[in-house]
């Protein structure tokens, strides 16, 4: 049986397990936008969980540069960059470093050197416009490369010393241990101790997302329809997925949870 079919429809999820949901962690780029972009329908969701108070928490790979000024203006509970590097509260502008990291300049210079390396195998590879505005990671773009170069840079990085990750926008090198979900459970302990598991739902559409599809940490996740495209090279599935995809398929979610808590039998 293809893998793709063993993912459970959004839509069979009971009401009575949606309307438990009281947090939702969800990636950014392909996830939450549609075609790169916001749209009204998705601001809208978003308030219509805050005004249910259900806090969302972005969860995302992009830079601590972009989510400072986002965090700030959207109607969110906190956002985490850089695939777990660092956390936003939303009542505070200044990040926390969620990697110890002992020497940051140090730190950008051996990333830095890292990617010089893997340019001499990798001369195609550019630099992310957004790298400047980072701390923890340093970004190139994925655009041109095969799955296959994928695996070799991932290879690469690890004898290096490092860790490495993708989504649909960029390729990450990053600290050994640093991922969404080792960031996201640090967060939920220090600033939502007061939520289950069975409270929060996981979403997200990438590679760089599969740690918030492991069911031990997190037995609620779900996929967005564009999921689809990574199914088959993720070692832990999303629990659903949506019909939707993108920004669309975060709105269907956004209903079924805010439908479940008027009917939630």
């Keep these: 049986m293809s893998i793709h079919l063993s993912l459970t429809a959004l839509s069979e999820v009971s009401s009575t397990c949606l309307a438990n949901i009281r947090l939702i962690a969800t990636d950014m780029d392909g996830t939450l936008t549609r075609r ?48 777990g590097g660092l956390y936003f509260p939303s009542e505070n502008h200044k990040p926390v470093i969620l990697t110890p990291i002992a020497d940051l300049a140090k730190h950008r210079q051996h990333l830095a050197i890292t990617f010089e390396k893997l340019q001499t195998q990798f001369p195609q590879i550019q630099e992310s416009v957004d790298n400047r505005f980072r701390i923890t990671d340093w970004t190139f773009d994925v655009a041109t490369l095969s799955q296959d170069e994928l695996q070799t840079l991932d290879r690469l990085c690890q004898q290096m010393g490092w860790g490495f990750t993708y989504s649909n926008v960029q390729c990450h090198i990053k600290p050994q241990g640093q991922d969404k979900a080792v960031g996201l459970l640090q967060v939920l302990r220090e600033y ?58 975060f709105c269907e979610l956004s209903s079924y949870i805010l439908q479940s808590l008027h009917f939630p039998n």
Excluded: C
């Excluded at 918030?212 to 070692?235: I, M, T």
């Design 36 to 83: 790169g972009k916001f749209t009204p329908a998705l601001l809208q969701a978003l308030e219509n969980l805050a005004a249910a108070n259900i806090k969302v928490l972005i969860v995302t790979g992009r830079s601590a540069g972009w989510m400072s000024g986002l965090s700030a203006i959207m109607p969110v509970a906190g956002a985490m960059a850089e695939n």
């Design 192 to 249: 939502f101790p007061d939520y289950s598991p069975e409270q929060i739902v996981t979403v997200g559409d990438s590679p760089n997302d599969e740690s918030l599809f492991d069911h031990d940490y997190f037995p609620v996740s779900v996929g967005v329809a564009n999921v689809l495209e990574y199914a088959d090279k993720l070692q832990y599935q999303p629990a659903y997925i949506t019909a939707a995809a993108e920004g669309d398929g």
